[in-house]
């Protein structure tokens, strides 16, 4: 895909994660030094400007426990607290009680708040705490300023969530002009690691969608997730969803390996398949059939 790289030593890159603290278990931090190492290894240790490093927190990772995250990494870590983001509210949460209202909180922070705490950065790297990167181009920001590509995915994935599937779309319908039938098509990215440019997100009119979407109570009341938000966002600015050329990471809470290469991003990756439950393809060919016969919603996965 990208056969000669122009390298741009002003470029600004941030690799970023919103991550737990755990002020009373410095063992849990394993899976995030694990994680930070496998940065370092695989893109930082092989760029002449290393990119710069951010893990942001609800307030919870002390000064002792950034230390010790920071004694264990090859690569100086930068902590920044976001608790400002994260309050309590007076209205009932609808859904699964596994959706926290932090996980909430969470999904809103990484669909707009993050565009202004990295604003002063050209690309984005996403990597959440449970990866650990085991293959991976370091010069990929470089590539995707030379060929002006907006974003970057392992995968695509449905939106699985009914309580999501039945209430944005109405929202979207009633307060944007967004073409929501065309946009909300389930061919969102997988969001736990992507690439990303930052001034898409930051420019006027795209921030106030994602302003007007993530800031009304209904994002935390039915559990709006950010893949869900992207994916629409990019679909109606017309923006092509790229596959990585050369990926392969572990989602370890997820139990899920991505691998990216030419041939699995023709079938296996593609936009044709994006991740919606573990069952195999018939299993998944059944629901869809008896989605579009049963279901009312034109906007559920099992339609689409």
Known sequence: ?????????????????LTRGYPSNKSKYDSLIERNYSIYEHINSKRKNPTDMILFHEGNISIEDQDYINSKSQDKIKFRDVSQ??????????GEEKYSLGYRYMCRFNMYHIWKEISDYDYALRVDEDIKITKFDPFVFESMKEKNIVYMAG???????RATNSTLPEYLM??????????YNHRNPYTNLYATSVDFWKNK???????KIAMTEKQIIYRWGDHTVHGILLNHKNKKIYLFPKLEYNHISHNFIIKNNFLKNININSKLNPI????????????KIKGKLKNRNPYDFEVN
């Open 1 to 17: 895909m990208f056969k000669s790289i122009k390298i741009f030593i002003n470029m600004k890159i941030v690799i970023f994660a």
């Open 276 to 287: 919606s439950i573990k069952e195999g393809f018939y299993t998944k060919l059944k629901l």
């Open 205 to 211: 009119e795209n921030n106030e969608i994602l302003k």
């Open 155 to 161: 995968r695509f994935t449905k939106d699985i969530h």
């Open 174 to 183: 009633d307060n944007t002009n967004l073409n929501v039938k065309k946009i």
């Open 85 to 94: 983001y994260f309050e309590n509210v007076n209205f009932n949460l609808e």
